[in-house]
């Protein structure tokens, strides 16, 4: 069965710094393309960081110098650090696992950034 877990969301202050896991299981974890999206209330899911198919990453503008995607392949396990959390980012947070056909998505963990 495939699986795909997030884990270490919560309430944080602004500049505060928060660490995301993603664990994944019932699929060939290094060979799919890995990433982070979230989804604020209203708002579009928009993808935050990403391990493209070569092997480097790409980040939201607005994240890049404070958000680093990581992964760890013996695992099964991407990480998203965030530092210097603002406000606007705010939002459930989703892990991604793509190699066409087939897509898999965790179920999000909540991120709060609010003083």
């Known amino acids: 069965q495939v699986q795909l877990v997030e884990s270490g969301g919560g309430s944080v202050q602004p500049g505060g710094s928060l660490r995301l896991s993603c664990t994944a299981s019932?699929?060939?974890?290094?060979?799919?393309?890995l990433g982070w999206y979230r989804q604020a209330p209203g708002k579009q899911r928009e993808l935050v960081a990403i391990f493209t198919s070569g092997g480097s990453t790409n980040y939201l503008e607005s994240v890049k110098g404070r958000f680093t995607i990581s992964r760890d392949n013996a695992k099964n396990m991407v990480y998203l650090d965030m530092n210097s959390l603002k406000p606007e980012d705010t939002a459930v947070y989703y892990c991604?696992?793509?190699?066409?056909?087939?897509?898999?998505w965790g179920q999000g963990t909540q991120v709060t950034v609010s003083s």
């Open positions: 991604k696992a793509e190699r066409p056909p087939y897509t898999y």
């Open positions: 019932g699929f060939i974890f290094g060979i799919y393309v």
